[in-house]
């Protein structure tokens, strides 16, 4: 899993134009409770509690960070969208939360002070084909961790979503957007391919496509070995036992106490 491949067109960073204005309806159309109960899996399953620090990588509109600083965590979320790091500037100051925010690409930044927990949360990983680009996302982490800090990821469990595998899903969301995502798997390239065609309440049609390797839990797991990390576990969304039909997965490791 180290050779670099060229990635294809769609790949060519399809992330930077993807996560649009768009996009952002969709994001912040999530239930307020469930990302509660989300940053309790984060906070159980790393130890990470008041007063103690933390990187969200990939922090989209700060949902997650901010619901960490009410809970006196001192957090960085970190995006490549200039549109969602003013987003989630915008929740903390609502929330009268600490939370700070940077445009950065996760791929490379390494934050400094290190902090206590990293963690990556919904499919923000694996937008290449290429596996040592994926890495990347790990090796970065690790450089912002404290020794025996802690790294989760959460990410889609692929043995469900194959199994269960749909062509196509629709959704409505807030400002009359309806979404339908069109899905195939590339099977020479290991990577999961979606269109998603946004109509609008004006009738107008946006369309993108995005591109997410498959990787089942083993080859996450291998992949924070690779990184350096140790005691790496997978579980289920809820911090349970990672079973074959939990529709995600959450991998977490340590990163090693003394260097
Ligand atoms: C599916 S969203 C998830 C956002 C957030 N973690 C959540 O749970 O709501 C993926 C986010 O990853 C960000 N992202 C993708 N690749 C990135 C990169 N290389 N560096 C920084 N941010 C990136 C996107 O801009 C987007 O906001």
């Given at each position: 899993m180290t050779r670099m491949q060229q990635p294809t067109a769609v790949e060519t960073q399809w992330w930077k134009t993807f996560y649009d204005d768009v996009a952002m309806v969709v994001l912040a159309d999530q239930d307020p409770d469930v990302i509660r109960d989300q940053v309790d899996t984060i906070t159980r399953l790393t130890g990470l509690s008041q007063g103690q620090s933390a990187m969200d990588q990939c922090?989209?509109?700060?949902q997650h960070a901010c619901e960490l600083a009410i809970r006196s965590v001192d957090v960085i979320g970190i995006d490549q969208s200039p549109l969602y790091i003013d987003h989630a500037r915008r929740l903390a100051r609502e929330r009268h939360g600490g939370a700070e925010f940077v445009v950065a690409d996760a791929l490379t930044y390494q934050h400094?002070?290190?902090?206590d927990v990293v963690y990556n949360w919904h499919s923000s990983f694996g937008y290449s084909r290429d596996d040592a680009w994926n890495q990347q996302m790990l090796h970065a982490a690790r450089q912002s961790l404290r020794p025996a800090g802690v790294m989760l990821l959460e990410f889609p469990n692929m043995l469900h979503l194959l199994a269960n595998f749909q062509t196509s899903i629709s959704s409505t969301h807030p400002g009359g957007v309806s979404l339908t995502r069109t899905s195939r798997i590339c099977a020479s390239t290991g990577t999961l391919h979606q269109v998603w065609e946004y109509r609008m309440d004006d009738r107008s049609v946006r369309t993108h496509e995005s591109s997410l390797r498959i990787y089942l839990p083993d080859q996450l797991i291998q992949m924070f070995r690779d990184s350096g990390f140790v005691d790496v576990n997978a579980f289920s969304p809820c911090g349970g036992t990672l079973a074959a039909d939990s529709p995600r997965c959450v991998i977490v490791g340590s990163n090693p106490s003394v260097e």
């Open positions: 922090c989209g509109l700060g400094a002070p290190p902090v």
